[in-house]
């Protein structure tokens, strides 16, 4: 990097030539110390989770079948990929949160877990030293302590004092000393930015800087945070830090500088002798304005009283109104008349189908009882028709049958004819009760001719109520035709009520206007007031150029940031394409641009990370963090901790095609990198067992601790 | 033996009789002094038995021939019209398959019955096929006699002679094949297919008495 501090102060001196000095330049800059800080090299550092362990009771007020279990999870961890699988909801993130929570002191755990868990124990090493963070969790206040040594059992008080880099009684003392530790490990610095004070009504300007926190954003990628390549507003802080690209902390603290100073400039009440001139010219141009709009106005107070006369329209559209009514009500009631007519119709008819089916079904039982009287009748009359009537002959053989024939039979009880034991046969027809019967069917009969003269008289009577009803309704019909055509009287009243609103708008117009008119004339006299009263001069006088020093030194900065940066992040950029394409996206080209901004280009668009569908962002945050260990350990560069935690890698974009590269991408990146990186993955897809060495599988339903 | 089966044996023994007393023409033997009337071919009783069984197909057969002879229309109306007001079809139908040669049921027994109590005598012949055929049946003095004095008295057979009377006057001196041709003009009756019972055809005659008579039955 060939960044010439002086001749980068001198050149910025020439523009700003009679305004500020070199030295004043060099004092306001103040970059010494900030020049040497960055480099893209990496330190060659990696960052990996050997250990983790801890222990506990599933305490709950819930009757949960694990309810009390004890908690005793040990877990050796490797270099290169680490799956764990198990069903959702089953404590695979659990794990990753208490190791997130061993490295940075932030505890996301959800509360009840946490509650459940006394212990935590896990062993990290950078490059080859080991070290044990522990934290007791039993308490309400935790106490922590990093040890620079592999402790794989719970330390009690007292114990590897002499390894103890440092003991904390708080979370907040515990993240801070671990962000020390880190930071001097990773060559890590807090980038800072501003932000407006969160306190209502306070423009104070806070300034914030990266924490370690912040940046185990870029290890930790958490299933809730895959809409976003980076995470929130820090998200660019953390990339530069990745990237430690030359004069990034320059840059980042003249920025800081130049923003404090605009919200000074904005406090201050300083104004400068031109503006006081500037000033008088302001008040000249409001006084001529006021003017103007005085005039205007006592002219719209005078067009106010000629105001057209409506009244007669609004007399007329009330009236038009009345008829209306009246029309309506009148077409209303026949409306109502004609369903009423309607319905009866209907009614009738259907009474009408009931009563003929029902008649039908009547003369029919009528008919079948006539004939079975008339069958009794015909029965009794042939039974005696052809009564008294002896055998005269045998049908077959034309043999008299003898009356001497006929009384041995009537002895052997057989038949004279065929000789036949008749003996046993028994008559079921008894006249006597045939008559009953007929008897009972004429009682029938005469039930069921009442019945049918009922229904006949009904009908008769719903037929002349449907004439009836049909009569009524030619009448309602004929009314409804002579009912004045409300279409030509809404006709009339839409163009009166237009022809009002018309005129009512002339006259309304003027009174916003006039209004209008008052309201800019109070705020003109306000001005006018205001700079008649204008305050001393107070503060930096110079603050206006010194803004546009640090723009312009920023902007330079920027410049030669990235054009020295550019072979860098054209590698990276390389990197990701591949890496993208390799996942299954149709991403064609990546660029990143001077502020970090990284465009992907699809179908032919530069899209934002936010703008890819969203079923491809979680492999385009992959393929980019993926890269970023990648340009470390392909090309030394950059300073990312080359240890990844992925949780749920696959929940939202479960199809085949990324599972299935998912799953290869797993594989390369075991056989390629698998002794530089480490990579800890929770999933409950199970296409990805067996795709690694170490791995965790967790049958189904089961917990993982 | 059921009342209904009964019911249909007597009311069959009685028509077949009554078809036999009054389309039979007067006879005289020697062989058989008490043989008084003949009647031949039984394929006519079948068929007069079909028109007293099936009052819409006497009906249809007497509009054919109102629709022809403008002489008797007014006299076929009139009785149409009773007909279908006493609700005759409904009333007095007694169904009847179809045979190979049309409506047919078999009276052997009737016959049978018929000639035991000595109301009529019967003569056929055989042919080469074994079938039997020219059947003659012969009704004796005694049921001559008979009928003369005991039917006047039972009322509720008044309907069956009339009906004899009515289809006589206006069918009578038709034979079994010339009544059969006609009958076998009617679809319903062409169309049911053997075995089957004969359908109803008022809804044909209705139509026919309207377009004939301009007046619903």
């Known amino acids: ?88 909801l089953k404590g695979k993130s659990s794990i990753f949160k208490v190791i997130k929570f061993a490295l940075t002191g932030d505890n996301s755990l959800k509360p009840n877990i946490s509650k459940w868990i006394d212990h935590i124990l896990v062993v990290f090493s950078i490059n080859d030293k080991k070290y044990t963070a522990y934290i007791n969790n039993s308490k309400r206040q935790i106490n922590a302590a990093l040890y620079n040594k592999e402790i794989k059992s719970y330390p009690v008080e007292g114990e590897y004092s002499e390894e103890q880099l440092f003991f904390s009684t708080s979370k907040d003392d515990f993240q801070s000393k671990l962000k020390e530790f880190f930071f001097h490990q990773f060559d890590y610095y807090s980038l800072r930015w501003t932000q407006k004070s969160p306190i209502k009504d306070s423009d104070d300007l806070l300034e914030a800087g990266a924490s370690w926190l912040t940046y ?34 320059p840059i980042n603290k003249l920025t800081i500088e130049k923003d404090k100073m605009m919200h000074l400039k904005g406090k201050q009440q300083s104004f400068d002798s031109r503006e006081v001139l500037e000033n008088e010219e302001k008040k000249v141009q409001l006084q001529k304005r006021l003017d103007e709009l005085t005039e205007k106005l006592s002219k719209l107070m005078q067009a106010e009283r000629q105001s057209v006369d409506i009244i007669s329209m609004v007399k007329e559209y009330d009236q038009l109104l009345a008829a209306m009514e009246v029309e309506n009500a009148k077409s209303f009631k026949l409306n109502n008349d004609i369903q009423k007519n309607r319905k009866q119709k209907t009614e009738t008819y259907e009474r009408k189908q009931f009563v003929e089916e029902e008649l039908n079904k009547l003369k029919k039982e009528f008919i079948k009882a006539e004939k079975q009287q008339t069958d009794i009748k015909e029965y009794l009359e042939i039974g005696i028709f052809f009564s008294n009537l002896d055998l005269k002959a045998c049908p077959s053989c034309s043999h008299p049958v003898t009356s001497e024939k006929k009384q041995r039979a009537v002895t052997a009880h057989t038949c004279a004819l065929c000789s036949d034991d008749v003996s046993e046969d028994i008559s079921d027809v008894n006249t006597d009760s045939l008559s009953a ?6 009682k029938l009969q005469e039930g069921l001719k009442i019945s049918i003269e009922a229904l006949k008289s009904e009908l008769d009577e719903i037929t002349k109520n449907a004439k009836e009803l049909s009569k009524v309704k030619i009448q309602l019909e004929q009314q409804q035709s002579s009912i004045k055509d409300t279409g030509a009287l809404n006709t009339r009243l839409f163009e009166l009520q237009r022809a009002i609103s018309e005129e009512r708008k002339k006259v309304r117009p003027l009174d916003s206007e006039k209004n209008d008119i008052i309201e800019k004339k109070a705020v003109l006299n306000y001005r006018i007031k205001q700079l008649n009263e204008l305050p001393q001069r107070t503060g930096d006088q110079k603050i206006e150029q010194k803004i546009q020093l640090l723009a312009k030194a920023i902007d330079k900065l920027n410049k030669i940031r990235f054009a020295d940066g550019q072979s860098i992040l054209k590698k990276l950029s ?13 991403i064609t080209e990546i660029t990143i641009n001077d502020r970090f901004d990284i465009k992907y280009k699809q179908d032919g668009d530069y899209l934002s990370f936010s703008e890819i569908a969203e079923g491809e962002q979680l492999r385009a945050k992959l393929a980019f963090y993926l890269s970023l260990i990648q340009l470390d350990i392909e090309h030394n560069y950059g300073r990312h901790t080359r240890f990844l935690i992925i949780d749920s890698p696959g929940k939202e974009e479960g199809d085949k095609n990324y599972l299935d590269s998912l799953t290869r991408l797993i594989k390369e990146l075991e056989t390629r990198f698998g002794d530089d990186l480490q990579i800890l993955i929770g999933t409950a897809e199970r296409s990805l067992e067996n795709a690694v060495t170490h791995q965790n599988i967790f049958p189904e339903n089961v917990y993982v601790f | 033996m059921e009342l209904d089966e009964q019911v249909r044996i007597y009311k069959d023994r009685l028509r077949i009789f009554l078809i036999l007393f009054y389309f039979s023409d007067e006879f005289t033997s020697t062989e058989h002094p008490e043989y008084k009337k003949i009647f031949k071919s039984e394929v006519r009783i079948q068929k007069i038995d079909f028109l007293i069984r099936n009052p819409d197909y006497l009906a249809y057969e007497l509009l054919l021939i109102a629709a022809n002879d403008t ?51 019967f003569t056929s012949r055989k042919n080469s096929d074994l079938k039997t055929i020219e059947k003659q049946y012969f009704v004796t003095q005694l049921a001559i006699t008979k009928a003369n004095s005991a039917i006047s008295n039972l009322p509720a057979l008044e309907w069956y002679i009339r009906r004899c009377e009515l289809i ?40 026919d008495f309207y377009s004939i008579f301009n007046e619903r039955l």
Do not use: H
């Open chain 1, 216 to 249: 185990f954003k870029s290890i930790f990628l958490e299933s809730k945070d895959t809409a976003e390549l980076m995470y929130g507003g820090q998200g660019t802080k953390v990339f530069q830090m990745l990237l430690g690209l030359y004069l990034t902390s």
């Open chain 1, 1 to 88: 990097m060939k960044f010439d501090y002086n001749s980068f102060i001198s050149e910025l001196q020439k523009e700003f030539d009679g305004t500020f000095s070199e030295s004043e330049i060099k004092d306001l800059l103040n970059l010494e110390e900030e020049i040497i800080k960055d480099t893209p090299l990496s330190t060659g550092k990696r960052l990996v989770v050997n250990y983790v362990s801890f222990t506990g009771k599933k305490s709950t007020e819930d009757a949960q079948d694990f309810k009390d279990e004890i908690i005793d999870y040990r877990q050796e961890i490797y270099s290169g990929v680490n799956i764990w699988v198990a069903d959702n």
């Open chain 2, 71 to 121: 002489d008797k229309r007014q006299e076929i109306k009139q009785i149409v019209k009773s007909i279908y007001d006493s609700s005759e079809p409904q009333l007095r139908r007694l169904e009847m398959e179809r045979f190979f040669f049309g409506a047919y049921e078999d009276i052997d027994d009737v016959i049978g019955f018929l000639k035991s109590i000595g109301f009529i005598g």
């Open chain 1, 574 to 586: 390389d990197l990701m394409t591949d890496e993208v394409k390799a996942l299954g996206l149709r």
């Open chain 2, 168 to 207: 006589n006057n206006y069918f009578g001196n038709l034979s079994g094949s010339q009544l059969k041709v006609s009958q076998y003009q009617i679809e319903e009756y062409r169309n049911t297919s053997f075995k089957n019972f004969i359908g109803e055809i008022s809804e044909t005659v209705k139509n």
């Open chain 1, 437 to 442: 019967k007929s008897d009972e069917l004429t």
